[in-house]
């Protein structure tokens, strides 16, 4: 790399790294969205079909608790 640069070579050095850093680590978005909207209604239909039971049993393990004896 030359000691001396021009303000255009200059920008043309850093939007060619930019451009070039950019498209490597773009990834695949519309994957990704898929991933997330199959979570996100997998743990609804999970959450609706066991939520009222694991809510019953997480009260009874808390109502079963005894605090401590003072006076």
């Known amino acids: 790399m030359p000691t001396s ?5 200059l920008y043309v050095l850093v939007q ?4 070039d850093s950019g498209d490597r680590e773009r990834g695949d978005v519309p994957g990704w969205v898929l991933i997330t909207l199959m979570t996100a209604g997998l743990v609804t239909v999970l959450w609706g079909v066991a939520g009222p039971k694991l809510s019953s049993i997480l009260s009874g393990a808390l ?3 005894k605090g401590p004896s003072g006076g």
């Open 5 to 9: 640069l021009t303000p255009l070579a």
């Open 16 to 19: 060619t790294r930019l451009l």
């Open 63 to 65: 109502d079963s608790v």
